[in-house]
């Protein structure tokens, strides 16, 4: 379809903006707020669009090579390095959703060991650098450090096993 | 970024600003006339390259404007952006030059390369 005629010109540049705000609000909240506008009129600019000229279908070319560049780039990364969530939860989200499940079982150890660590060992942590002889982890929390990860990714493995089988049980009736 | 080699996206934006102030959309097209259509900066990578080289202090903005109810800011180079890019341009021309010479006697009947 064409976007001929003033008001879907309009319409499309702004469907367009939309888009590309839409990919600006994954970028860490500091880079946004130093860029995101001059950002936007670069984007736009730079995906070729012309009101009267242009068809939004074609645009979105650009959109979604800017997406990945989102996904795998710096504007990931905040600036101190660290991965915004955004970025990630996108890279996740283009994966086919038996990969994507499959990524989300693979990070629960991680994930469950970060809040493990965050939540119950966060006064050792805080602790123990002040202390001249360093503060030992006890046994209960050497065990859950050593069980927590694994009874954690068997149990994302036995949902997945599960929530597949019910998944084909659905398409075959 | 002051030990490490530039990039060439990094770099091309650099040759870019030795040419006077530019905003983000003409940095693009002077990139890609300089790299003759080779490279094409995405607005991701380019805004990621403008953050880090304004944290390094080799480039800063001039000035802002808006146009059509946007942000436009002019960068352009510092003057240790200035004396990174002729360090950087120098370096390259050293290796280029080595290269062709050692090409050179490499196949000395070929003359030229």
Known sequence: MRWRGPRNQRLAGEILERRYRRLLALYPSDYRAAYADEMLGVALARSGFRAGHS????????????????????GGRDRRGRVGWGAMLMAIGRCRPEVRRRVVVLLLPTAATAALVTWTFGGFLASSPRFVNPVALNEAQWTALALVPVAVFTGGLFWLRRYERFLSALSAK | ?????????????????????????????DVLRISDGRVKLHTGTLYAVLDRLREAGLIEVEREEIVDSRLRRYYRLSTAGAERLAAEADRMQRNASAATLRLRRLRPEAGTI
């Open chain 2, 1 to 29: 970024m002051s030990d490490q080699p530039l990039r060439e996206p990094a770099f091309l934006v650099l040759t870019a600003l030795a040419g006077g102030p530019l905003h983000g959309y003409s940095i693009v097209e």
């Open chain 1, 55 to 74: 068809r939004v279908g074609r645009h979105c070319g650009a959109w979604r090579r800017q997406a990945a560049v989102v996904a795998a780039d710096h």
